[in-house]
C-alpha cells in the first residue's frame, strides 16, 4: 500500500506538486493520470525516496521507503529503463542487483525467462532496442519479488504484444494481492489495464475514483435513439431535465434519462424505436475533458510555413 498525506514539493518558486493526499490499495491495478508537467514524475520519486517533500509524508507499506531494511523486497520500481551500466550484460546488471541486496542469484534468471530476455541475457544492454531496455528496466523492477509495484510508462517501446503480455502480467501480480501502481500516457491501455485511477493536474489531485466511475461521471448520461417519429418522441420525453438533441433523420440524443426510462416512455406512448444504445465516452475522452484546465504544454494542430521558405524547402521540412 501507498499513502501520501499533504505531499508537497517545490523547486524554487515552482510549485511540482501541491498537497497531494491519496491511497494506492493492493489488489488491483490502479492508474496515475496527468497530462505532462502535472507532477506524476515528482511524486513517484518522492515516494522512493529520490526526493524529499517540502511537505507532508508518503509511506510505502507502513513505512518511509529508506526506513526498510530490504527495500528491493518491498518496492520494485521502474521509472527510466535506460539507467543501467551499458557495457554489462542484462545478467550481470540484474547480478549485481542481486548481490547489492542479498538476493539469489536464481532470481536473476528467474525474471529474465519471465520478461523474455533469454536469448539476449548474456549481451550488452547499452545495444538494447527500447522496448527490450523496457523489459530490463522490468526485470530490475521485479528482481526482489516486492510486494509494491511503481513503473512509469511500462509499455513504452514495445510491440503490441509485449503490450498485452504486460497487461496481463500487471493483472495478475494484483491479482495476488500485490499493490500495482502505474503510469502511462496510453489511455486506450490504462482502460485495459487499471481497475482505479489517481488523476492530477498541475500537482493537484484532481480524481480519486473507479475507472468505470470515472468514464461514467463524463459520459454524462448520453443515449443514442432512433425512432419512426422522432417529433412524437421529443414530445414524450420533454422536460426542463432532459437535453433533446436531434442526430438527423430519424435519431436524436438524449441527455438525462437511462435507456430503461426512454423504452418505457416510447412503450406508453406508443412510439416504435429502431435503436436505444448508451453512449458512453472512452477513458481517453474524459480524461480530456477533465483536466482540460490543467495542460501546462499547449501545441496547435498545424503549423504554419514559414513566410520565406519556398514551397520546396516547405515539402522537403514536411519530410
Known sequence: MIEAHGLTKHYGPKTAVDDLTFTVKPGVVTGFLGPNGAGKSTTMRMILGLDAPSAGTVRVNGKAYREHSAPLSEVGAL???????????????????AQTAGIPKRRVTEVIELVGLGEVARKRAGGFSLGMGQRLGLASALLGDPHTLILDEPVNGLDPDGI??????????AAEGRT??????????????????????????????????????????RVRVRTTDVSRLAQVLGSPDVALEPTGGDGLRVAGLTTDQIGMAAAGAGVTLLELTAEQTSLEEAFMDLTKDSVEYHGSATAAPSPTASPLETTGADR
Not at 487499471?194 to 475514483?209: F, K, N, S, Y
Open 79 to 97: 521509472l527510466e529503463a535506460r539507467s543501467v551500466h551499458t557495457g554489462r550484460s542484462a545478467f550481470n546488471h540484474l547480478l549485481a542487483l
Open 164 to 173: 498485452r503480455w504486460i497487461r496481463n502480467l500487471l493483472k495478475s501480480l
Open 180 to 221: 500495482v501502481f502505474v503510469s502511462s500516457h496510453l489511455m486506450s491501455e490504462m482502460a485495459q489495464t487499471a481497475e482505479h485511477l489517481i488523476v492530477v493536474g498541475r500537482g493537484r489531485l484532481i480524481a480519486d475514483t473507479s475507472v468505470a466511475d470515472f468514464i461514467a461521471a463524463s459520459s454524462g448520461n
